[in-house]
Nanobody
């Protein structure tokens, strides 16, 4: 069992930055591929970024490449999402997910038994 708690969301102007954090419980954090998804009002949940168990490999959606960076600190059981050059279309609830490897599979959706956080709201004003 893994519990995930996101933090760091908020209101920011276009062009600004935010750093999301996702703290995980349990001693097996390093065995999970981690990812971030987001869901805007009226839209389906979509993949944002994923990172391998060791942090050596990352994957990003085309819409955030060059602007968002995912990272993890296995000693702190935490995964991060640094978001720069934010746009109004980045407005969404952002969810952290812990899933069985490999991380690249998160691009098409996590396994059904993946663990999800409760989400954190990010609002980008124009």
């Amino acid at each position: 069992q893994v519990q995930l708690v996101e933090s760091g969301g908020g209101l920011v102007q276009a062009g600004g930055s935010l750093r999301l954090s996702c703290a995980a419980s349990g001693r097996t954090f390093s065995s999970y591929a981690m990812g971030w998804f987001r869901q805007a009002p009226g839209k389906e949940r979509e993949f944002v970024s994923a990172i391998s168990t060791t942090g050596s490999t990352t994957y990003d959606a085309d819409s955030v490449k060059g602007r968002f960076t995912i990272s993890r600190d296995n000693a702190k059981n935490t995964v991060y999402l640094q978001m720069n050059s934010l746009k109004p279309e980045d407005t969404a609830v952002y969810y952290c997910v812990a899933d069985r490897p490999p991380a690249f599979r998160l691009r098409v959706g996590p396994h059904q038994d993946a663990y999800w956080g409760q989400g954190t709201q990010v609002t980008v004003s124009s």
